[in-house]
């Protein structure tokens, strides 16, 4: 296939910036333990958004891309498990954003011939996130207090629901009362609302002995409240720097408490280690996506040829869950699955409705450019 030509989204280095474009290149070629899948849909990630902005460097090759969901269409020497025509969700490291991408045999997991590739392609980053922040490094367990910032993200949504499969009491926080409702929805026990008072202090008066995970994707500005509320032995997992890198740390407080601080990149994690984590995924997230315990939640569903929306959206203030591009064929209306959530703005104004993806509801309608949320 090495012949043929593809759609991909191209990073290309201009005077003003980085500039993301639809162009043709050839279809890339698997190697030893490699897959080719043709996608069908991906989902975006804000690394990759950074990469479009200039504030990280472009992936190797230059087409962005971390996760996907297609149907493995060639295999490399080496690969026995995967053959032509399995259907799969994939973590790449790079390149999701085209009709094809190369990736790791071991980085990809089983999808169920009932899950639309739109939903698929909503799974692996975020609930490879959640997987291996919750249960490897935040060692949930049941009974456990969690507190979820940005409860209402791609992550987040995730990681609520996962956190409540594991039998843990979540607390989570976001913004506004629409983001709010759909956190108690996923199953917070409590939501922490970043538009009202003081949080942190709503948080110690909610759980007065503290709580045993934070899952924070703030960094920096919310490190010292964040150690301020652990329980003894309590751990602090770092997924993200929204609110900057740099922070004095007092060494005394995890000390005294016995707490610990750790963070985590799946881009750091070696090839051998995704694919234990992809497997940890598909035995133990998955059969709960299956069966309806865990609901991805679906922002919005744009068209390749909407790159740029959908780009936008996940921008956006008002954006929840994931936002998915569909590259091949997908279901007649994508926004409709079973066992999915979607917010749609369905009346005209600001007010959204949070509704299951099986009944018959509008599409979004396009929304206006706004600054990020950490929500």
């Not at 030893?32 to 069908?40: M, N």
């Not at 970043?194 to 503290?210: C, K, N, Q, W």
């Not at 996506?289 to 919005?300: A, K, N």
């Amino acid at each position: 296939m090495n012949a043929a030509q593809m759609r991909a989204a191209v990073l290309r280095e201009r005077g003003t910036g980085p500039e993301l474009a639809l162009e043709q290149i050839p279809v890339p070629v698997p190697g030893p333990g490699e897959v080719l899948v043709e996608v069908a849909a991906f989902s975006l990630n804000n690394a990759e958004i950074l990469q479009t902005r200039g504030a990280m460097p472009a992936p190797p090759g230059g087409v962005p891309g971390l996760e996907c969901a297609g149907t493995v269409v060639q295999v490399g020497t080496e690969v026995t498990r995967w053959h032509h025509g399995d259907r799969v969700a994939a973590l790449t490291r790079a390149g999701s954003y085209a009709e094809y991408v190369v990736v790791p045999a071991g980085a990809c997991i089983a999808v169920p011939d009932d899950l639309d590739p739109v939903v698929a392609a909503a799974i692996p980053e975020a609930a490879a996130t959640a997987w291996w922040n919750l249960v490897h490094r935040g060692r949930a367990a049941p009974g456990d207090r969690v507190l979820v910032h940005g409860a209402a993200g791609g992550v987040g949504t995730i990681a609520v629901q996962l956190a409540a499969a594991l039998g843990a009491q979540v607390v989570g926080t976001a913004r506004g009362p629409v983001k709010a409702a759909l956190c108690a929805e996923l199953g917070c026990a409590h939501v922490l609302d970043h538009t009202g008072a003081d949080l942190f202090a709503e948080l110690r008066e909610l759980v007065p002995d503290g709580v045993d995970i934070v899952l924070d994707n703030q960094g920096a500005s919310t490190l010292e409240d964040n150690l301020a509320v652990l329980a003894p032995g309590g751990r602090l997992v770092v997924i993200g720097v929204a609110g900057g890198t740099s922070a004095v740390l007092d060494l005394g407080v995890l000390m005294a408490r016995g707490v610990e601080i750790s963070s985590s990149s799946l881009g750091r994690l070696d090839d051998e280690m995704r694919a234990a984590l992809c497997r940890e995924v598909e035995d133990n997230v998955l059969p709960h996506i299956i069966t309806g315990r865990i609901r991805p939640v679906l922002d919005q569903c744009h068209p390749f040829t909407e790159l740029p929306t959908a780009i936008a959206r996940f921008g956006a203030a008002e954006r929840v869950g994931k936002v998915v591009v569909t590259v091949g064929p997908v279901s007649a209306d994508p926004m409709q699955h079973n066992g999915t959530i979607s917010l749609h703005d369905d009346e005209g104004g600001s007010r959204m409705n949070l509704r299951s993806c099986d009944q018959r509801t509008p599409n979004p309608r396009q929304p206006n450019e706004s600054h990020p949320d950490a929500g």
